[in-house]
């Protein structure tokens, strides 16, 4: 049976939690840590980045880096990394991509539903 996640998808954090044993608990990234920096990186091999190693990236190269895509959820607006073009909702599945493969690693289960939370003054194409 997969397991359901909560997510907070931050403009400047997100943060994964779960249910488990009865009491909510928030689940470490891979590096142990509860906030994983909502910041989105691509290296120019075209490996890409998520959370604390593209937040390291974006100090020295901050170019191929994008951190408040967030706000540009519901608009075609593409942001350019390196030699790659994503959208708000590209940037924003590889950060929860991210959450649920450290979810995935800590519960030891397959994450298969999650509730994932929305600022209150997003619109319905946010």
Partial sequence: MGSLVGIDL?????????????????????????LTPSVVGVLEDGRVLIGDAAKELRVTKPEPCASTFKRLMGTDEKLRLADMEFTARELSSLVLKSLKHDAEAYLKSEVTEAVITVPAYFNDNQ
């Fill in 10 to 34: 931050g403009t400047t954090n997100s943060l994964i939690s779960a249910f488990i044993d009865g009491q909510p608990r928030l689940i470490p990234n891979v590096h142990g840590t509860f």
